[in-house]
């Protein structure tokens, strides 16, 4: 089901990374890969976009994820695109802050894989 999805993961931990892309390709999804915020926007502008889902970290250097979600919404090709938080930051405050820079959803890290799938199928279909 999750065939030809394309995922960008944005996390400053290399662990985190290859978390994240065992428990994707397993479930089928195309993933790439980015160390934080600037390297997100870098990619997407060498690879024209070409994703159907970012699954951010908030807390990284040189551009939280914060910051990534209000440059995408910014341009009108990322401003459907869904956005997913995968943090350890669970306040409320936090999540709200997500939400009115554009966030879509937030996971609280760790991650259970089950249930990123699910979210990840849930705003793509």
């Known amino acids: 089901m999750s065939e030809n999805i394309h995922v ?35 990619w997407l502008a060498d690879n024209n976009g070409g994703i159907d889902v970012i699954v951010t970290d908030i807390n990284m250097p040189r551009m939280d994820g914060f910051g990534l979600i209000e440059a995408l919404r910014e341009q009108s090709r990322f401003r459907d695109c869904p956005i997913l938080v995968l943090s350890t930051e669970s306040s409320d405050e936090k999540k709200a802050r997500a939400r009115s820079a554009g966030a879509t959803g937030w996971i609280v890290k760790p991650f259970d894989a089950e249930k990123l799938d699910s979210a990840l199928r849930r705003v793509t279909h």
């Open 8 to 42: 960008l993961t944005v996390d400053d931990s290399a662990s985190m990374r290859a978390l994240l892309r065992a428990a994707l390709t397993s479930r089928g999804y195309n993933v790439s890969q980015a160390e934080d915020g600037v390297a997100a926007l870098e």
